[in-house]
């Protein structure tokens, strides 16, 4: 099984991807996978999609290539967030609308939004009501807040509040591993055939 994290932040040495990567540890020290992939959209961003990739662009498909290898063979998903304005950063909108061939279909995901204060339920709706339709990812009834993120998940105990950052962790490796079980249930689910994007490709 390969579980795939997306640090959704533009931000170089982001709070976004010191989740992320706490999450990717998670993921492997406690063995809940075979096999991890961290994506980040800071120093890697993706320009902004036009229809010249359903054309088959060769710039494209150059370019999304190996990006839709490592997608189409992962099992599931985790989507960590920041949360700019009350919104779901740009660049991380504009990634969903390039997997119209499956790569992500049909397959669960895991919402975790960031905060530097109290906030972080915004993303967590909008990523629900317009991130999925086409590319068809199956986000968990499960998501976690990370809120006030700077004083949890940190390295060095001494720049961490451990009420939260006990109660962080203690609610990742959780909804962690309900993502495991569901990539486990939903796999038999792509195996059935009756996912098949042939007829209907985009959602309604």
């Not at 961290?38 to 036009?50: E, I, T, V």
Request: net charge neutral; glycine share 6%.
């Amino acid at each position: 099984m390969k579980i795939s994290i997306i640090s959704g932040s533009h931000r170089q040495a982001s709070q976004s991807e010191k989740v992320a990567r706490f999450i990717q540890s998670v993921l492997e020290s406690q063995k809940l996978c075979d096999a991890t992939w961290l994506f980040k959209l800071a120093g890697n961003p993706l320009p902004l999609w036009d229809e010249s990739i359903w054309e088959g662009n060769p710039d494209w498909q150059a370019r999304l290539g190996p990006l839709s290898d490592q997608l189409a063979s992962s099992d599931g998903f985790v989507v960590v967030a920041p949360e700019w304005h009350g919104q779901v950063p740009a660049g991380l909108k504009n990634f969903f609308l390039m997997w119209s061939k499956g790569e992500l279909a049909h397959k669960p995901a895991l919402i975790v939004t960031v905060s530097s204060a109290d906030g972080g339920a915004y993303p967590v709706a909008e990523l629900r009501m317009s991130s999925y339709k086409n590319n068809r990812i199956c986000y968990l009834p499960e998501h976690v807040i990370v809120r006030n993120v700077e004083r949890v998940l940190n390295d060095d105990p001494a720049q961490n509040n451990p009420d939260a950052d006990g109660y962080f962790r203690e609610r990742i490796r959780y909804a962690l591993d309900i993502l495991v079980e569901y990539a486990k249930a939903l796999a038999q689910v792509r195996a059935s055939g009756a996912t098949d994007l042939s007829k209907f490709k985009n959602g309604m």
